[in-house]
Every structure is written in C-alpha cells, then in structure tokens.
C-alpha cells in the first residue's frame, strides 16, 4: 500500500503491546458494523521532513521529591522540525 509514492505501514502497537493508533469505535450517522482510524503518511530525508536542533540536550538532576519516593530530572532540549 502506498500514497503518492510513499509505503504506508501499520503503526498499530509500541514495543511492549501499547496501542498507538487504535481502531476507533463506530462513528456517529454511521452504520454500526464500520469502524475507522487515522492514518499518516510522512516522507521523511534530506529533502522532506527534516528534524533540527538547537545546541545539545542538556539534563540536570533535581534530586528527590518529598511527597513521593520518585527521584527527578530536568531534560532541556531545543528540537523542532522543518520543510525544506
């Protein structure tokens, strides 16, 4: 299966079994027996979708939190994502 000259794979669970982009449930003025779900197609390289970055991701640990027995971190990481 593709879209305009791009595979179209199923994206349905993570590693551990999660549902990622479930099958949703029958849609309102719809029969009952039809079900529907997402579907995305991205081309991603050198000249399409491209990420970027400024500087390096930067982590600090904050140590422990009182109310809970959780240890915390602080990630900073400046990212985003470009057309070319």
Request: proline fraction near 6%; hydrophobic fraction near 35%; include cysteine.
């Given at each position: ?10 994206v349905d669970e ?30 991603l390289g050198d ?38």
């Open positions: 299966m593709s879209y305009n000259g791009l595979p179209i794979v199923q993570d590693n551990v079994g999660n549902q990622i982009l479930p099958v949703l449930g029958a849609q309102p003025r719809r029969r009952a027996r039809q079900r529907s779900t997402s579907i995305y197609v991205l081309s000249r399409a979708l491209t990420g970027i970055q400024n500087g390096v991701v930067e982590t600090r640990d904050l140590g422990s939190w009182k109310p809970k027995p959780v240890m915390r971190t602080r990630v900073e990481w400046f990212f985003g994502t470009c057309d070319i």
